[in-house]
């Protein structure tokens, strides 16, 4: 059974900086794309980013783009979400996502997406 689990949420002021951090098994992590999504109270699951296998492709979402950063280490199993200029309209729970066989038209989608972590709660006060 594959089981993202994320790390690295917390509180931090606007303007500030987090990183998350997802772990994977290793033979899932090396050939599957990944995903970030989040969930705020009261609203729908949104995609964040997500970045292909072989991390030669991102996608962001447009509230993101320009302050969020995804990338993958695979020595590591480990992909990453750099937050800069954090907002407090960014606090969610934040989760990671492994890609399935339909990620290639649904990356910015739940459906695109076969397994998922427990999320991690990140805080932006203002």
């Known amino acids: 059974q594959v089981q993202p689990v994320e790390s690295g949420g917390g509180l931090v002021q606007a303007g500030g900086s987090l990183r998350l951090s997802c772990t994977s098994s290793g033979r899932t992590f090396s050939t599957a794309p990944m995903g970030w999504f989040r969930q705020a109270p009261g609203k729908e699951r949104e995609f964040v980013a997500a970045?292909?296998?072989?991390?030669?492709?991102?996608y962001y979402s447009a509230s993101v783009k320009g302050r969020f950063t995804i990338s993958r280490d695979y020595v590591k199993n480990t992909v990453y979400l750099q937050m800069n200029s954090l907002k407090p309209e960014d606090t969610a729970v934040y989760y990671c996502?492994?890609?399935?066989?339909?990620?290639?038209?649904?990356?910015?989608?739940?459906?695109?997406?076969?397994?998922w972590g427990q999320g991690t709660q990140v805080t932006v006060s203002s």
């Open positions: 970045i292909s296998w072989n991390g030669g492709n991102t």
């Open positions: 996502a492994v890609g399935g066989i339909s990620w290639h038209v649904g990356q910015t989608y739940s459906w695109g997406y076969d397994y």
